[in-house]
Every structure is written in C-alpha cells, then in structure tokens.
C-alpha cells in the first residue's frame, strides 16, 4: 500500500514513495507532478481533482503498479530512473585495462 494522504475538500492528494529531497518537479499530466531526487528518482508525486475512486486506487496501489500506470500513460522517463522492482540489472562490467 501506499502512503498517500488525500484531502476530500480540495480533491487533492499526495503520494510518498520514498524518502529524499526533493530536487526537481515535472508535469506528469494536467493534473499531476512528480517530485525527483537528485538521481532523478520518483520520490513522491502531487495530484489534483482527484475522486474517491482514484484516491483508494492509489491507497490500496503497491509502487510497481503505479510506476507501470506512470510508464504507460505519461512515458518511461516521468517514472523516474530506477527500474521496475521485478526486473533485475546485470552488474556494470569495468573496461579491461591494456597492459
């Protein structure tokens, strides 16, 4: 689940996924911004007009899930850097060395 924290009145939520400062904001859509850190990972996005219905979709959401709607709706790079929690990266190899 995620921890979000929504306001009914104003129709606006707020969804953290992590922890970290934030450093940069870009639009996801008319209605939503994503907040990044310096590695440019999501770490929490801002929602306006949101409903009941998309509040406790995001309420009851895991990260992977919402990272998946975020790739598919806004595009690869507004899901910030990191990968999706079910794939796995290959360590980086070091260039071999000329002796």
């Not at 969804?15 to 440019?40: C, F, H, I, M, N």
């Not at 899930?65 to 850097?81: D, H, P």
């Amino acid at each position: 689940m995620l921890d979000l924290r929504y306001d009914p009145v104003s129709r606006s939520g707020y969804v953290r996924l992590r922890q970290g400062r934030v450093a940069k904001t870009r639009e996801l859509s008319p209605t939503a911004s994503g907040e990044y850190d310096t590695r440019d990972r999501l770490v929490a996005i801002q929602i306006t007009e949101l409903d009941e219905t998309a509040a406790e979709f995001l309420r009851t959401s895991d990260e992977e899930t919402l990272l998946r709607v975020i790739r598919e709706q806004a595009g690869r790079r507004k899901a910030g850097s990191q990968p999706p929690p079910s794939v796995t990266r290959e360590p980086r190899r070091e260039p071999r060395r000329k002796r």
